[in-house]
């Protein structure tokens, strides 16, 4: 429905293929083979959309195309293919908040830079927690010695509430 209301949108096109990446990994033992091959189908019939997109506004980002693919092949099991779409992916820090932040300070308009260095610290200590439970995960599934992976969540736990204590975050 979000992608008949909203045909052009970058946003909506790779929120979908998430979607589907997670209702594969999510429901992977209910659906059946043809099911899957069906929503991978979509994928990537949704990516390449998302990439047209694009080339028609002359940003030829394809960042996200790859990355959400990606993720709907590691959660189909085609794994292979995932890391193909991998291979496409820059390393890139920065995101919109952190930009926006940076052209404001550089301005000199620090209040108004608060703001977006908040909102990029928010999405950052997101994906922060979500690398540091697989880290921990591989940690204790390789070794089988959940110690370790106990102390990792011990530290990032008081970390980051010592980041929230003032309640700016």
Partial sequence: ???????????????TIGCIAQLLSVHAKNITEEEKEELVS??????????????????NDYTYSHAFLADVYMSAGEFEKALKEI???PYSRYNKARMNGNLLHRQKKYEDAIDHYR???????YWLF???????????????DNTSSLRIFQLIYDLIH??????LY
């Fill in 162 to 167: 010592r980041l929230y204590e003032d309640n």
């Fill in 42 to 59: 979509k994928a990537e019939s949704f990516s390449e959309e998302l990439r047209k997109l694009g080339e028609k506004d002359g940003t």
């Fill in 119 to 125: 909102e990029s610290i928010s999405d950052s200590i």
């Fill in 1 to 15: 429905e979000m992608i008949k209301q909203y045909p052009y949108s970058r946003d909506t096109l790779s929120r």
């Fill in 87 to 89: 291979e496409h992916l």
């Fill in 130 to 144: 979500w690398d540091i439970e697989r880290l921990a995960h591989c940690m204790w599934r390789a070794s089988g």
